[in-house]
């Protein structure tokens, strides 16, 4: 069983670095997608095949070596890591519906509005925010004492986790915990619900049918998207710490780990005429090439 969920794990990991990859380069080739959409596109795929590798490696030579121990500093290195690039998504999504609030309600003024540097601020805050912020969680955590066996039923290390590992009194982190997940988990949900409210108000006043629909396509990805993430985040840490869950975060965590990552370059690209067209543009390019 252990061997079986194994392979089918290291398939999941395989197929999401490669199809993380493949879009990245895509955007990168293809000058119809260098538009702040695939931009932000791009940096998403970095931020997800991240955090697969931060954390799935490692659990594949546990489950194949059946030894699931790991050094305390290499457990708070991968915490803090995991923990950061959640953040960095958080914020990262939260961009990108406000990206496309300004392409559809703000037309006239979107390339100015959303012009290069402007991608690349919104891009660097959520980058340098999504891994400072935890700097704080950890610093918080390390002070703490930590005493009797230091083992964590679970398959990757975790801020709560960890703060189950300490003997002292922990409300206060909890707090700062609470207090951290509001400020990068529920501020860009704010504005991704707003940004949404504002495009579904000026979709329906559209009096174009293809004009809906089309905008509607555009966003239904990225609320997927959205779904998920905050949906497997919420239920891992946005909730009560009363009793032994493990068993409900192990199914959680793979979900938001393994699962998750895996659909998103499809939820992105499947319906996406842009990409098809990149995609046939180097197949057509490699054609001509190998005549050539």
């Not at 079986?4 to 794990?9: C, N, Q, R």
């Not at 300490?166 to 704010?190: N, R, S, Y």
Request: glycine share 6%; net charge positive; charged share 10%.
């Amino acid at each position: 069983m252990r061997t079986a969920l194994s392979v089918i794990f290291l398939i999941a990991y395989l197929v999401t670095m490669v199809s993380n990859f493949v879009i990245i380069m895509l955007v990168h080739l293809d000058s119809r997608l260098h538009t702040p959409m695939y931009f932000f596109l791009s940096n998403f795929s970095s931020l997800e095949m991240c955090l697969v590798s931060s954390i799935v490696p490692q659990m594949l030579a546990h489950m194949l070596a059946g030894d699931g121990r790991l050094a305390f500093n290499r457990c708070v290195t991968q915490m803090y890591f995991t923990c950061s690039l959640g953040c960095t998504e958080g914020l990262l999504l939260g961009a990108m519906a406000y990206d496309r609030y300004v392409a559809i309600c703000c037309p006239l003024v979107y390339v100015v509005v959303m012009s290069k540097r402007r991608c690349l601020m919104l891009a660097a805050i959520s980058w340098i925010c999504g891994f400072l912020l935890p700097v704080f969680f950890t610093h918080c955590l390390l002070n703490l004492p930590f005493c009797g066996h230091n083992n964590i039923n679970h398959f990757f290390c975790n801020l709560h986790m960890l703060s189950g590992l300490v003997c002292g009194d922990i409300h206060q982190l909890e707090a700062i915990i609470f207090v951290g997940g509001v400020v990068v988990l529920l501020v860009p949900l704010c504005v991704i619900l707003t940004s949404y409210g504002l495009i579904i108000i000026a979709v329906v006043r559209m009096s174009s049918g293809a004009g809906q629909s089309k905008a509607f396509s555009t966003c239904a990805s990225h609320l997927a998207v959205v779904t998920m993430f905050y949906g497997s985040v919420m239920a891992l840490y946005m909730r009560p710490r009363s009793g032994k869950d493990s068993s409900h975060d192990k199914h959680v965590s793979i979900f938001y780990v393994v699962i998750t990552p895996l659909l998103n370059p499809f939820i992105y690209t499947l319906r996406n005429k842009d990409v098809h067209a990149a995609v046939a543009k180097v197949f057509r390019k490699g054609g001509a090439g190998h005549k050539d």
